[in-house]
């Protein structure tokens, strides 16, 4: 059975900084990319980045680049979000996400708030 876990979420000031890690548990053959969504109350899931398996290419959305940083373990299924400058609107759940060729893998998701 194949697990991805998340962690690392909690409740930070504005200003701050907070790593989010996902660990990839069970057969998980043929990643392409491993990243990183968030979701906010009553929205759908949004794009926040991702990093190609092969090279390590790496994508942000708009609303965080220069802040937000993913990086992977070498040859493993752990993937990072170190998150910098946190502002409150960054408060959401976020998702880990593994793609393969026929599947995607979901993480249960991990919350991060923050707030003063």
């Known amino acids: 059975q194949v697990q991805l876990v998340e962690s690392g979420g909690g409740l930070v000031q504005p200003g701050g900084s907070l790593r989010l890690s996902c660990a990839g548990f069970g057969s998980i053959f043929g990643i392409n990319n491993m990243g990183w969504y968030r979701q906010f109350p009553g929205k759908e899931r949004e794009l926040v980045a991702t990093i190609r398996s092969s090279g390590g290419s790496t994508t942000y959305a708009d609303s965080v680049k220069g802040r937000f940083t993913i990086s992977r373990d070498n040859g493993g299924n752990t993937v990072y979000l170190q998150m910098n400058s946190l502002k409150p609107e960054d408060t959401a759940v976020y998702y880990c996400?593994?793609?393969?060729?026929?599947?995607?893998?979901w993480g249960r998701g991990t919350q991060v708030t923050v707030s003063s």
């Open positions: 996400i593994a793609r393969t060729s026929f599947v995607n893998y």
